[in-house]
């Protein structure tokens, strides 16, 4: 089975940028379309971005021009690079893969991002 591991979070102001890290686990990771996901508190968890295999990417509306996903497929990682951070942003960043019989892993950790206005 798959395992993820984000890293990467932090705080920063409004406008700021950061770069998290999705580490993954198994020889398939390749083959795999890859998400990032949050939530913020009290809110449930949302869909950020994908990547699918072939490097083609999908994002949400409200960081769509701000927030870019790419993947290493050499290194088993997944990255967001996040600019232009506003505190609405503020929420804990998973990451995982939606495959036809639901989410391939068992959601991690995560880890915090708050922008600070």
């Known amino acids: ?9 932090g705080l920063v102001q409004a406008g700021g940028s950061l770069r998290l890290s999705c580490a993954a686990s198994g020889s398939t990771f390749s083959t795999y379309a890859i998400g990032w996901y949050r939530q913020a508190p009290g809110m449930q968890r949302e869909w950020v971005a994908t990547i699918s295999n072939p490097g083609i ?27 232009s951070l506003k505190p609405d942003d503020t929420a804990v960043y998973y990451c995982n893969s939606l495959g036809s019989n639901g ?13 600070s206005s």
């Open 57 to 83: 990417t999908r994002y949400t509306g409200s960081v769509k021009g701000r927030f870019t996903i790419s993947r290493d497929n050499a290194k088993n990682t997944v990255y967001l690079q996040m600019s």
């Open 1 to 9: 089975q798959v395992q993820f591991v984000e890293s990467g979070g």
């Open 103 to 115: 989410y391939r892993a068992v959601w991690g950790q995560g880890t915090q991002v708050t922008v």
